[in-house]
């Protein structure tokens, strides 16, 4: 009997405590009763500490820090997705979220891929990548993988998100000029208790035609307490100066010559 009394210990204790081997060789001890909590979880010794590059950035941030739904807007480069990534981050290791949520409408510019094999999650994957890339760098891969296998890091498309409420959590809609008004709508009207939003999207790059309503949504919240919209010029371009100057040339008419 006190053999077995002894194996029901071992057992409590192992599921209460996990330690998990990533890709990179990390072995992180997650306490899966609170897995993010402060007092157990921090970045990889590896990581990339944040830091806002301009103005514009660091007024974006301190608005996600300040508000319940905060709008990115601006164009390629200006750092929208990062800085988004960065306060996500911050979020979960301070335990102030329990999770963080990403998601964005399934449009491709240009011609789609055709049928991607595997699960919900697997087809979904390609459309996280920019943004999982962000967290890697600030968290850590394997403590992002390590997240990931814990539900802490979750992607869900925007298609599913009917009828759901996130608490708690930190989620994050990204390409967001690509939405019509009704989902938008749907959207916003998930936030749950202690819960943060962010919407990034570039109105001027929509490839959904003259249908996206992200512009329209702007308008009709906008003036809300607790709704702040920040928007980012091609001045704060961080990405290269190149990329600022081809962009440039796309607001312009074309040539005569071409």
Same mark, same amino acid.
């Given at each position: 009997?006190?053999?077995?009394?002894?194996?029901?210990?071992?057992?409590?204790?192992?599921?209460?405590?996990?330690?998990?081997?990533?890709?990179?060789?990390?072995?992180?001890?997650?306490?899966?009763?609170?897995?993010?909590?402060?007092?157990?979880?921090?970045?990889?010794?590896?990581? #990339?500490?944040?830091?806002?590059?301009?103005?514009?950035?660091?007024?974006?941030?301190?608005?996600? #820090?300040?508000?319940?739904?905060?709008?990115?807007?601006?164009?390629?480069? %200006?750092?929208?997705?990062? =800085?988004?990534?960065?306060?996500?981050?911050?979020?979960?290791?301070?335990?102030?979220?329990?999770? *963080?949520?990403?998601?964005?409408?399934?449009?491709?510019?240009?011609?789609?891929?055709?049928?991607?094999?595997?699960?919900?999650?697997?087809?979904?994957? /390609?459309?996280?990548?920019?943004?999982?890339?962000?967290? %890697?760098?600030?968290?850590?891969?394997?403590?992002?993988? =390590?997240?990931?296998?814990?539900?802490? *890091?979750?992607?869900?498309?925007?298609?599913?998100?009917?009828?759901? %409420?996130?608490?708690?959590?930190?989620?994050?809609?990204?390409?967001?000029?690509?939405? %019509?008004?009704?989902?938008?709508?749907?959207?916003?009207?998930?936030?749950?208790?202690?819960?943060?939003?962010?919407?990034?999207?570039?109105?001027?790059?929509?490839?959904?035609?003259?249908?996206?309503?992200?512009?329209?949504?702007?308008?009709?919240?906008?003036?809300?307490?607790?709704?702040?919209?920040?928007?980012?010029?091609?001045?704060?371009?961080?990405?290269?100066?190149?990329?600022?100057?081809?962009?440039?040339?796309?607001?312009? /008419?074309?040539?005569?010559?071409?």
């Amino acid at each position: 009997m006190a053999r077995k009394n002894s194996r029901q210990k071992q057992s409590k204790k192992a599921n209460y405590h996990l330690d998990y081997l990533t890709d990179d060789k990390v072995v992180v001890d997650i306490n899966r009763s609170d897995p993010f909590s402060s007092a157990n979880f921090s970045p990889s010794p590896k990581a #990339k500490p944040f830091k806002t590059q301009t103005n514009s950035q660091k007024h974006f941030t301190s608005a996600i #820090k300040s508000n319940i739904l905060t709008f990115g807007l601006g164009p390629a480069g %200006t750092g929208k997705t990062y =800085c988004t990534a960065a306060m996500a981050a911050e979020a979960i290791t301070k335990g102030e979220v329990k999770q *963080i949520v990403f998601t964005r409408p399934a449009v491709e510019a240009g011609p789609g891929m055709g049928f991607l094999p595997g699960k919900l999650e697997d087809k979904f994957d /390609p459309y996280f990548g920019a943004f999982k890339h962000c967290l %890697t760098q600030l968290l850590g891969k394997g403590v992002v993988e =390590c997240a990931v296998k814990n539900n802490n *890091i979750i992607t869900e498309p925007l298609a599913y998100m009917r009828g759901k %409420t996130f608490n708690d959590a930190f989620v994050v809609l990204d390409e967001a000029q690509n939405c %019509t008004e009704a989902e938008l709508k749907m959207f916003i009207t998930r936030i749950g208790r202690s819960a943060t939003f962010v919407i990034n999207g570039d109105l001027e790059q929509s490839d959904i035609g003259g249908n996206s309503g992200l512009f329209q949504t702007i308008n009709r919240v906008s003036d809300l307490s607790d709704v702040h919209v920040h928007s980012f010029d091609y001045d704060d371009i961080v990405r290269s100066g190149i990329v600022r100057d081809i962009l440039q040339t796309f607001r312009e /008419p074309v040539p005569a010559h071409v």
